[in-house]
């Protein structure tokens, strides 16, 4: 009898919800969308159709692998924690704590483990070398909440259902389906945007398909929005347009620091016209409602920490930041624990090399190959990743995979052998999708209405599998000196202790001055993350838990967003702090930007709908056909550099031969190649045979957004020549 479960999309932060239908055998003979679902109404894109392939991809690995030279073999479990125990404390004792890095990837975001066991696991190992693909994504937009809201993770989120004005600059959600904005089904979510009368502005380098259904698209020269995003901030406040309704410092400051910063200075260097710019700045003071949003166009670029403050900025002066229709703060189910209350401080220590601050706790990952490489005292010895293959998501990614050959240790945590993880001692895999329970802790924060959803495992563990939450606790574990024989159970108890504790001594709390053990007996769960989860749920704001989430396994509607701002400032004024010293110190690296040549060409990258990153290419109904790794050049930049079918890309770092596309939805001056791609040297067959190259082998790890450390991928400067065939 086929059977047919309800389940979370695990792949990218639409988190749609599935329904997933199985035969006898337990394999997956249809995944739709969930119609029962009261967010994302069944909707279900490429990606999510094929998760079935995914999960049963017959490269996956199910059981330990230990590498013995260049040789892989299977291992016990046993013998594999045991190898990691030997591995990690061996340097640990030789060299110390920070010798040990330990690396979160994108996909922790979507796992429950990823986010359970981050905080424990970085405590238990004590070393300042915590890395994640943060710091390639966006970090910025935590530098800049940091300091203007005291919160690093107060992002707002557009009202995307209720707004009027939707301006997006370099995101591209028809295709990625949004980024810390939760919306399933944005095609339709942006059309009936545009149905009720609003109105819909993309500002990208790139005609996308977010442009492509937009009222109004400019080309944007890389790099370069914070001129434009100044030059409509410029025009609020010279026009009298400036309505701050929100309790806040700093706008005469402000008033002075961008008075230089003219629609026409803007036009001179990132290529919008002046009367549109002063245009836009109008008609965005002038809706009812507006919304401004930004992701990795505007985040993975030389100046992302002053694009996502300006970003903010331009809502705040518009009055549209926390109210209806504007962008707003969601409320999570479960216990915010991610928030401490604390003002946000940067750079509470540095890395050893580049003297780089650490960031919410972490440093950057384009400063790990250095760490890596450079002797003396803290020298990182030793990697734990879970989930990331950064030899081809980092900058200069080649380089980092040489530098992992050099580690004394490497354990991965991750199912596949692939260009990353290839270079481990260790790797732990986790077991098939339909296997794990997936609750979104983090992209639950971010979602464009209250909402929650919990899925339990649709399918047992077998006898020789480990649950992902078992592999993360028992590397805490380790981590700790508690070796690898010890309870996993205890690292759970500890957490849940740590909740109750936190949930009677806070002032206010309907348990304030409760026993813990008395209240530990009322919480419910088959396992240690359910349970934590049910804890975080009973004190979270809407006094669920697991049992009513799992009596309701197609998701819970929570509402539209509701105001929050005033509980969430905690700057040391109490105050939302529009010019922060950090960000308007960096206003000096922008204004030498601005009398710097422009490079001839620039490379940008390229999301596809049917990749997420570095780990769909396996699963053949997602490459081939439009899913392929081309470089994208305009027509006129093809005569113009004499190009054929191939080219050859230089930057500052590498070079590289890539195929060539004449493509006149990118602008002249810019090419766009995808990443994730150029697969080698692991066991993905179907991915090695559509390879591709390895985008990040031309990016340069030593240009960074300094207020953040993050990566730069947009607006790489690079040549371009025809590819000579010697
Ligand atoms: N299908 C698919 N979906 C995904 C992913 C995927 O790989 N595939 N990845 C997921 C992940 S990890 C993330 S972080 C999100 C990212 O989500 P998005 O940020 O929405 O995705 P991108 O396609 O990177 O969009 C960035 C846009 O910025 C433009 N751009 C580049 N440089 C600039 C610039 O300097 N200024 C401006 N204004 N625009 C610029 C690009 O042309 C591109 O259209 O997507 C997620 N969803
Ligand atoms: N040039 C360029 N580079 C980029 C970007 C860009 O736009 N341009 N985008 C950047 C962004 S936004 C991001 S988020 C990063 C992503 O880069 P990474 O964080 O490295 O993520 P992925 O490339 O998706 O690799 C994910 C790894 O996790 C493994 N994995 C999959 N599912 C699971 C699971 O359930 N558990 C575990 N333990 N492992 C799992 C996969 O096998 C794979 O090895 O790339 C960045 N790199
Ligand atoms: S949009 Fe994202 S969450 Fe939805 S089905 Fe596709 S991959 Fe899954
Ligand atoms: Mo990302």
Request: with cysteine.
């Amino acid at each position: 009898m086929p059977t047919t479960a309800p389940r979370t999309c695990p792949i990218c932060d639409a988190v749609c919800g599935l329904k997933i239908t199985l035969d006898d055998d337990n394999r997956v003979t249809s995944v739709k969308g969930d119609q029962d679902d009261p967010f994302s109404k069944g909707y279900i894109c490429p990606k999510g159709a094929s998760l079935g392939r995914l999960d049963e991809d017959p490269d996956r690995l199910r059981v330990p692998m230990i590498r013995d030279g260049d040789e892989w073999r299977e291992a016990s479990w046993d013998e594999a924690f045991l190898a990691v125990e030997r591995g990690l404390t061996g340097v640990i004792e030789k060299y110390g704590r920070d010798a040990v890095a330990v690396f979160f990837g994108n996909p922790t975001y979507h796992t429950m483990a990823g986010f359970l066991y981050r905080i424990p696991l970085i405590q238990s190992l004590a070393s300042r070398n915590v890395y994640s693909s943060g710091t390639i994504d966006h970090m910025p937009k935590h530098v800049a909440c940091g300091h203007l809201y005291g919160d690093a993770f107060a992002i707002a989120v557009p009202d995307v259902d209720r707004t009027d004005y939707f301006m997006v600059i370099g995101a591209n959600p028809m295709e990625s389906h949004g980024s810390l904005f939760t919306a399933p089904d944005m095609p339709a979510r942006l059309k009936a945007l545009r149905n009720r009368g609003g109105k819909l502005v993309v500002v990208d380098p790139r005609r996308t398909r977010t442009a492509a259904v937009a009222d109004e698209h400019h080309f944007v020269r890389p790099g370069t929005d914070p001129f434009l995003l100044l030059g409509i901030v410029h025009t609020l406040l010279t026009e009298n347009l400036a309505t701050v309704t929100i309790d806040a410092n700093g706008l005469d400051e402000l008033r002075e620091v961008v008075r230089e910063f003219t629609p026409e200075v803007a036009e001179r260097v990132c290529g919008v016209p002046a009367e549109d710019i002063a245009r836009l700045a109008r008609e965005l003071a002038a809706a009812p409602t507006a919304a401004v949003y930004s992701r990795m166009g505007g985040s993975v670029v030389e100046f992302g920490s002053l694009t996502q403050w300006l970003v903010d900025l331009v809502n705040i002066l518009t009055g549209n930041l926390d109210r209806p229709g504007g962008t707003m703060f969601t409320r999570t189910a479960a216990l915010e624990v991610f928030r401490s209350g604390e003002p946000f401080v940067p750079g509470r220590w540095h890395s050893r090399v580049r003297g780089l601050p650490e960031v919410i706790g972490e440093l950057p990952t384009a400063t790990l190959a250095d760490e890596i490489e450079t002797p003396g005292e803290g020298q990182v010895r030793a990697l734990v990743n879970i989930a990331a293959n950064q030899v081809l998501a980092a900058p200069n990614g080649p380089r980092l995979g040489k530098a992992f050959e050099s580690l004394d240790f490497m354990v991965c945590v991750d199912p596949y052998l692939n260009e990353t993880t290839r270079h481990a001692n260790v790797i732990l895999p986790p077991p098939r999708i339909l296997q794990m329970p997936h609750y979104d802790f983090l992209l639950q924060i971010v979602t464009a209405r209250n909402y929650t959803r919990f899925s339990p495992a649709i399918l047992p563990l077998e006898p020789d599998q480990r649950s992902e939450a078992e592999i993360m606790a028992r590397l805490t574990l380790i981590a700790a000196g508690a070796g690898a024989a010890a309870d996993p159970a205890g690292v759970d108890e500890m957490f849940i202790g740590q909740l109750l504790g936190g949930a009677t001594q806070m002032p206010g709390s309907p348990v304030e001055g409760m026993d813990v053990a008395d209240l530990r007996a009322t919480i419910e769960g088959d396992d240690g993350p359910e349970q934590i989860l049910d804890t975080m749920l009973k004190f979270g704001p809407y006094g669920l838990s697991l049992a009513k989430l799992k009596a309701n396994p197609n998701g819970i509607d929570l509402g539209p967003l509701e105001p929050r701002l005033k509980e969430l400032v905690c700057t040391p004024s109490g105050k939302v702090e529009l010019a922060p010293p950090a960000l308007v110190a960096d206003l000096e690296r922008l204004r030498a930007r601005m009398v710097a040549p422009t490079p001839e060409v620039v490379l940008i990258g390229r999301r596809q709908l049917r990749s997420n990153n570095s780990w769909l290419h396996n699963v053949s109904s997602l490459v081939g056909g439009s899913n392929k790794c081309v470089l994208h050049v305009n027509p006129a930049d093809i005569a113009k550099f004499g190009l054929g079918e191939q080219a050859v890309v230089r930057s500052a770092v590498s070079e590289l031969v890539v195929a060539v596309e004449a493509n006149d939805a990118i602008m002249p001056g810019v090419v766009s190649l995808p990443h994730g791609w150029g697969h080698s040297g692991g066991r993905q067959r179907v991915a090695e045979d559509n390879a591709g190259v390895n985008a990040n082998a031309l990016t340069d790890e030593s240009v960074l957004d300094v207020p953040s450390g993050n990566a730069v991928f947009n607006g790489v400067p690079v040549t371009i020549s025809p590819y000579e065939v010697v």
